[in-house]
C-alpha cells in the first residue's frame, strides 16, 4: 500500500493568471493534468501507471497570491468520494477569509477532510500567529486536534509570484508542536532547500511532527536528510506533483526506490507511516 501524501488535484478555473502560466510553462503534459483534475476515473489510472495506491490530495485557501478560495473544500471532497480508499481529501482554511472559523471548522469534518494545509507562504501568515491575537487559528489547531485531524504546513520556498518566503521556515510551526501536543503535524517538503536543519531538529524534537519529502528529489533527500533512517517511522513519501520543476510520480517512486537504504526504511516512508496516520 503506497502513499504520496502529496498530490495537487485542484479546481484549475480557480488559479490566477499568473500562477496558472507558471503551471502552463513547466509542464508540457498540462492538457492531462487538466483531466486529471476534472476526471478522478482517469487519475486513478494514471495513479495505477505510477503504482501507487493512494494519494492525498492537497488544496489551500490563498485568494491573494493563487486564487484558491474556501470552495477547494467542497470540490476535494465531491472529488474523492470517486474512491474513498484511494483519494484522500486534504482541505484547508484562511484566518483572514473566514466569517465564521467555527461553522467553517465544522463543515470541514462535516465534508469527512482528513488533512488540512495551512500554506503560510501562500496565506501571508506564521503558523504561530495564534500568539499575536490571530484566533482563529488556535480555533483551526484546536479542532483538528480534537477531530484527530492532522495538519501540514508548507515549509520552504517557493516560486509563485507574490509568495513571502519568510513564512516559510519551519521553526514558526515549534510553537504549533508544543501547543498542541495532541496534533499530528506534518513538515511538507522538509524546509527545501534553506531550512532541512531546523526541520530535521523539529522532528525529533517532538512526538507529533512528521516530515513529508515531496518536492525534494529523491536523488538528494540523503544529501539534505543524512541521517533520514533516525525519522524514518514519521517520515512520509510524497511528490507535490504536478508542481513546477517536480518530475512523473513515476519517476520520483524509481528514483526514492534506487536510494541506498534498507528495505524495511523504504517500506516505512512508501506505506507504514502513512497508514498509521490515514489507516484504510
Ligand atoms: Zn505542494
Redesign the pocket.
Known sequence: MITDC?V?IQPVEMFKPEALAIMKKKRPNFDDILEYCRSPKAFLAYLDRCGIDRAVL?NYVAPEVIGFTSGVNAFVADYCKANPQRLIPCGSLHPRHTHNVLADVEQIVRLGIRLIKIHSSYQLLFPNDYLKGVKELEIIYRAAEANGIPVMFHTGTSIFPGARNKYGDPIFVDDVAVDFPKLKILL?HGGRPLWMDTAFFLIRRHPNVFLDI??IPPKTLLKYFPRLPEIANKTLFGT?WP?PGVPEIKKNLDDFRALPLDGAIKHQILSATALSIWPV
Open positions: 502529496h495537487h492537497i511538507a515531496s518536492g507535490d508542481g
